[in-house]
T-cell receptor, first 111, second 112 residues
């Protein structure tokens, strides 16, 4: 059974700092991994999708890496801004076609 | 583009009542999913479907039923609502295993 863990559960950093969010998964038989952002009371916005054959993906100030063999992914946010404050979720798409989510990391950027 | 549309956005049910949460996508996606999200608990997979006529259980299927008679629609049925089913429900769709997923805006359900 796939289990997805995100560390830390919550994080507060001053504006301008670079930060890393972590996601680990127990079953490496995956098709891809996707990072989402969720603002309070809102739906999910896709940030980055990494296929199992890829090592990383970049979009603007965001960079996501994937180490499938060790069951880990990181989301790197450069030069953080108050608008980055949100909950960040990682989701693993397994070869059983089930997409399993972590519990998320609540990020607060201090102005 | 409408993407994934969920209705209703909000609903209050009494214990024992039944209802159907609607989910429709206009992207011709074969794969569709239902999740529930409880505070601090992330999203839990309820049911999913890899194509019309095919459905399968996720992590927390008890108390729910689904059907997939068309590619576009994937309704979620609650037969006997219980307070434990108070949650926010999200529907998602995807072109397939190697593609990303698109989410609807959610249905906030309260059972009293």
């Amino acid at each position: 059974k796939q289990e997805v863990t995100q560390i830390p559960a919550a994080l507060s950093v001053p504006e301008g700092e670079n930060l890393v969010l972590n996601c680990s998964f127990t079953d490496s038989a995956i098709y891809n991994l996707q990072w989402f952002r969720q603002d309070p009371g809102k739906g999910l916005t896709s940030l980055l999708l990494i296929q199992s054959s890829q090592r990383e993906q970049t979009s603007g100030r965001l960079n996501a890496s994937l180490d499938k063999s060790s069951g880990r992914s990181t989301l790197y946010i450069a030069a953080s801004q108050p608008g980055d404050s949100a909950t960040y979720l990682c989701a693993v798409n397994g070869e059983d076609d089930k997409i399993i989510f972590g519990k998320g990391t609540r990020l607060h950027i201090l102005p | 583009n409408a993407g994934v549309t969920q209705t209703p956005k909000f609903r209050i049910l009494k214990i024992g009542q039944s209802m159907t949460l609607q989910c429709t996508q206009d992207m011709n996606h074969n794969y569709m999913y239902w999740y529930r999200q409880d505070p601090g608990m992330g999203l839990k997979l309820i049911y999913y479907s890899v194509g019309a006529g095919i459905t399968d259980k996720g992590e927390v299927p008890n108390g729910y039923n689904v059907s997939r008679s068309t590619t576009e629609d994937f309704p979620l049925r609650l037969e006997l609502a219980a307070p434990s089913q108070t949650s926010v429900y999200f529907c998602a769709s995807s072109s397939g295993s190697h593609y990303g997923y698109t989410f609807g805006s959610g249905t906030r359900l309260t059972v009293v």
